[in-house]
């Protein structure tokens, strides 16, 4: 990814005194931005080659617990290091924070090989197989997420259960609402824009309180590292302004979820691969072929787009998040929609994944889906017609956690393109966290059952 800073530019800054820390960050499972603050001084000169992390980063749950059952690192195994890689073509500066610059990493073993579960390094394998056959994708998400009137700190200390939205109704493209949001939102925009993201704009989304960031398609990898690097920085700026901002899917039953769409499609030499101008609707054959792998595949990968119990309770009828992995003509019902039909711009934009997917393992696995259709030459069924949320013959998304694990570990398609390990992986990482969930008593359990029961 093209940042904003050559290493030539760091060192300057760093030798006149403008920049003195460096994040040197990894990706974990989750998403998140995980490393260390190096003074500059050190980084320019002996740690920009690499540093050391403990190998449970990529083998721990939302709250850096230790599971067992993970092959790859273990108590057993005493918990290692990996080697953290600065990518440098990465570097930039992180204007929402004073002389500070980030640099993203891949991880490697001991012997400077790439971790097969790595996140960044499986969207790289899937990019390499793609390049093989001549292609180059290009895609877009769209960051969803709800900003709410007081701090995280003052809401962790509520338990919770003090959560007001910072508006009081739905503000879906509204323009005065959203201008009260601006002291969050303008910075947010001019920031992240600054440190070298193709920011196009922000809107009021479908519900009180509910915000959408939008960035301009690029490179697959590219596109990964501006959705980790926004959301990392919607979260500190509302946070500097006293606000929480959440990427919970569905925080509340009554009101509607937070998605992360993801728009796609393939290049060649420059050309968009998808267009077709003598065929139906625009569309390519290579285009029929990698949406018929994507549809088909969807429940193989629906873990990688909804990684989480909750993730699954915003799968909703009428709340415009998909209960069908069916495809339909610019129809916000269905799971797969169509957008630009007929134009240069046409492409497919996955409405199932919740806006707390972790990109780089969304991008890798729709792209390993596509390859699988474009490889088998899949053909695509027709387009769905109307509401999709009442067609009986449209096959579901899964519904629970539960089945997307089995989905995932019974998947063979996705086993030749990552990998038995990898899967073998995240498959414990589904386990885990079903397992983490069933020993929960929740607050509906309590409430429903306490006098009652």
Same mark, same amino acid.
């Given at each position: 990814?093209?940042?904003? #800073?050559? &290493?030539?530019?760091?060192?300057?800054?760093?030798?006149?005194?403008?920049?003195?820390?460096?994040?040197?960050?990894?990706?974990?499972?989750?998403?998140?931005?995980?490393?260390?603050?190096?003074?500059?001084?050190?980084?320019?000169?002996?740690?920009?080659?690499? =540093?050391?992390?403990?190998?449970?980063?990529?083998?721990?749950?939302?709250?850096?617990?230790?599971?067992?059952?993970?092959?790859?690192?273990?108590?057993?195994?005493?918990?290692?290091?990996?080697?953290?890689?600065?990518?440098?073509?990465?570097?930039?500066?992180?204007?929402?924070?004073?002389?500070?610059?980030?640099?993203?990493?891949?991880?490697?073993?001991?012997?400077?090989?790439?971790?097969?579960?790595?996140?960044?390094?499986?969207?790289?394998?899937?990019?390499?197989?793609?390049?093989?056959?001549?292609?180059?994708?290009?895609?877009?998400?769209?960051?969803?997420?709800? #900003?709410?009137?007081?701090?995280?700190?003052?809401?962790?200390?509520?338990? &919770?259960?003090?959560? =007001?939205?910072?508006?009081?109704?739905?503000?879906?493209?509204?323009?005065?609402?959203?201008?009260?949001?601006?002291?969050?939102?303008?910075?947010?925009?001019?920031?992240?824009?600054?440190?070298?993201?193709?920011?196009?704009?922000?809107?009021?989304?479908?519900?009180?309180?509910?915000?959408?960031?939008?960035?301009?398609?690029?490179?697959? #990898?590219?596109?990964?590292?501006?959705?980790?690097?926004?959301?990392?920085?919607?979260?500190?700026?509302?946070?500097?302004?006293?606000?929480?901002?959440? &990427?919970?899917?569905?925080?509340?039953?009554?009101?509607?979820?937070?998605?992360?769409?993801?728009?796609?499609?393939?290049?060649?030499?420059?050309?968009?691969?998808?267009?077709?101008?003598?065929?139906?609707?625009?569309?390519?054959?290579?285009?029929?072929?990698?949406?018929?792998?994507?549809?088909?595949?969807?429940?193989?990968?629906?873990?990688?787009?909804?990684?989480?119990?909750?993730?699954?309770?915003?799968?909703?009828?009428?709340?415009?998040?998909? =209960?069908?992995?069916?495809?339909?003509?610019?129809?916000?019902?269905?799971?797969?929609?169509?957008?630009?039909?007929?134009?240069?711009?046409?492409?497919?934009?996955?409405?199932?994944?919740?806006?707390?997917?972790?990109?780089?393992?969304?991008?890798?696995?729709?792209?390993?889906?596509?390859?699988?259709?474009?490889?088998?030459?899949?053909?695509?069924?027709?387009?769905?017609?109307?509401?999709?949320?009442?067609?009986?013959?449209?096959?579901?998304?899964?519904?629970?956690?539960?089945?997307?694990?089995?989905?995932?570990?019974?998947?063979?398609?996705?086993?030749?393109?990552?990998?038995?390990?990898?899967?073998?992986?995240?498959?414990?990482?589904?386990?885990?966290?079903?397992?983490?969930?069933?020993?929960?008593?929740?607050?509906?359990?309590?409430?429903?059952?306490?006098?009652?029961?």
């Amino acid at each position: 990814m093209p940042g904003t #800073l050559s &290493f030539d530019d760091l060192k300057s800054r760093v030798a006149d005194g403008t920049i003195d820390t460096v994040l040197v960050c990894a990706v974990d499972m989750q998403g998140r931005l995980m490393g260390k603050r190096f003074h500059a001084v050190n980084f320019v000169e002996t740690s920009f080659k690499e =540093t050391h992390c403990c190998n449970y980063l990529l083998a721990t749950d939302l709250e850096m617990a230790t599971p067992e059952g993970y092959a790859a690192t273990s108590w057993r195994k005493g918990y290692g290091d990996y080697v953290m890689a600065p990518d440098l073509s990465t570097l930039r500066q992180v204007p929402w924070l004073e002389g500070t610059a980030m640099v993203l990493c891949d991880i490697l073993d001991h012997h400077h090989d790439p971790v097969p579960h790595d996140p960044r390094g499986m969207l790289k394998k899937q990019i390499a197989r793609l390049a093989d056959l001549g292609f180059e994708a290009q895609m877009a998400t769209e960051l969803e997420f709800f #900003l709410f009137e007081k701090s995280l700190d003052d809401i962790r200390k509520s338990g &919770f259960a003090d959560l =007001t939205p910072i508006s009081g109704y739905n503000e879906d493209y509204h323009i005065f609402q959203t201008t009260k949001e601006e002291h969050v939102m303008r910075p947010l925009r001019n920031h992240l824009f600054a440190a070298g993201l193709p920011i196009e704009n922000s809107k009021g989304e479908a519900e009180a309180g509910q915000e959408e960031l939008n960035i301009r398609y690029a490179p697959a #990898l590219d596109c990964a590292d501006h959705h980790t690097i926004a959301k990392h920085a919607v979260k500190e700026i509302a946070w500097q302004q006293g606000h929480a901002a959440s &990427f919970l899917p569905k925080w509340r039953p009554d009101r509607v979820g937070s998605s992360s769409h993801v728009h796609q499609s393939l290049w060649q030499d420059g050309k968009p691969a998808f267009h077709d101008p003598q065929a139906d609707l625009g569309m390519s054959d290579l285009m029929r072929h990698y949406m018929a792998g994507l549809i088909a595949y969807a429940p193989d990968y629906t873990f990688f787009l909804a990684p989480y119990v909750n993730s699954y309770k915003r799968f909703a009828k009428g709340t415009f998040a998909p =209960t069908k992995t069916v495809w339909s003509i610019d129809n916000r019902t269905a799971g797969f929609r169509l957008c630009g039909d007929g134009t240069k711009g046409i492409r497919v934009e996955c409405r199932i994944g919740g806006s707390d997917l972790n990109p780089y393992l969304a991008q890798a696995a729709m792209l390993a889906a596509g390859i699988k259709g474009i490889e088998d030459r899949m053909e695509l069924a027709p387009p769905t017609k109307g509401d999709v949320y009442d067609d009986a013959k449209a096959a579901d998304i899964p519904r629970t956690l539960r089945d997307a694990t089995e989905t995932l570990r019974r998947s063979d398609f996705l086993r030749q393109a990552m990998g038995d390990d990898v899967i073998d992986h995240y498959t414990r990482c589904a386990e885990w966290e079903q397992e983490e969930f069933d020993r929960a008593v929740t607050d509906w359990e309590i409430k429903r059952g306490f006098e009652r029961a």
